[in-house]
T-cell receptor, first 111, second 114 residues
Framework: RKEVEQDPGPFNVPEGATVAFNCTYS??????FFWYRQDCRKEPKLLMS???SGNEDGRFTAQLNRASQYISLLIRDSKLSDSATYLC????????????FGAGTRLFVKA | DTGVSQDPRHKITKRGQNVTFRCDPI?????LYWYRQTLGQGPEFLTY????????KSRLLSDRFSAERPKGSFSTLEIQRTEQGDSAMYLC????????????FGSGTRLTVV
């Protein structure tokens, strides 16, 4: 089993749709969580951190469920420019520093 | 300082040759990371520096790979005796101290071993 697992997609949605991505992680000692966005042939860019209380940034909402070891990203009112790969990232600090990236979920937003 | 810089952007080399990549992190960032990414996969951790100290190395990093950050500023990643399986995007990232700080990535060096 991979340490961080994501549905690879692709998700094909029309503009204006709401789409949700899920991510599960296996290390219960994980402490920091992030979503990154990666455009085709570009470097990953930090989209948002994920906090236990959940957090929102405009059309994007991230949630963390430590008990289920599960992270989610919700995108409301999808735009064409949201088309990208979304990477789930988990960091643990016990027994050494370790940051694991998921393989990513591809999103295509269509007009 | 406009971000993390990597050089070169692209490198094509013959199998068996040595290659070296450079990364200049954001100047205020103490932490520097090297990752490798292949098509359809997320970045895979290679190694991590806090200032000049190399604190973690992945098992993926064979003896042919070595990384340095001699003065706690820029870093180099060298691959000796390259193999076709080394073809990938090599990404450098930096972050500030403290837990919970996200990374800023450079544009990467795309290595093709022929």
């Amino acid at each position: 089993r991979k340490e961080v697992e994501q549905d690879p997609g692709p998700f094909n949605v029309p503009e204006g749709a709401t789409v949700a991505f899920n991510c599960t992680y296996s290390n219960s000692a994980s402490q920091s969580f992030f979503w990154y966005r990666q455009d085709c042939r570009k470097e990953p860019k930090l989209l948002m951190s994920v906090y236990s209380s959940g957090n929102e940034d405009g059309r994007f909402t991230a949630q963390l469920n430590r008990a289920s070891q599960y992270i989610s990203l919700l995108i409301r009112d999808s735009k064409l420019s949201d088309s990208a790969t979304y990477l789930c990232v988990v960091t643990s600090y016990t027994g050494g520093f370790k940051t694991i990236f998921g393989a990513g979920t591809r999103l295509f937003v269509k007009a | 300082d406009t971000g993390v810089s990597q050089d070169p952007r692209h490198k094509i080399t013959k199998r068996g040759q040595n290659v070296t990549f450079r990364c200049d992190p954001i100047s205020e960032h103490n932490r520097l990371y090297w990752y490798r990414q292949t098509l359809g996969q997320g970045p895979e951790f290679l190694t991590y520096f806090q200032n000049e100290a190399q604190l973690e190395k992945s098992r993926l990093l064979s003896d042919r790979f070595s990384a340095e950050r001699p003065k706690g500023s820029f870093s180099t990643l060298e691959i000796q005796r390259t193999e076709q399986g080394d073809s990938a995007m090599y990404l450098c990232a930096s972050s500030a101290d403290g837990q919970g700080n996200g990374y800023t990535f450079g544009s990467g060096t795309r290595l093709t071993v022929v």
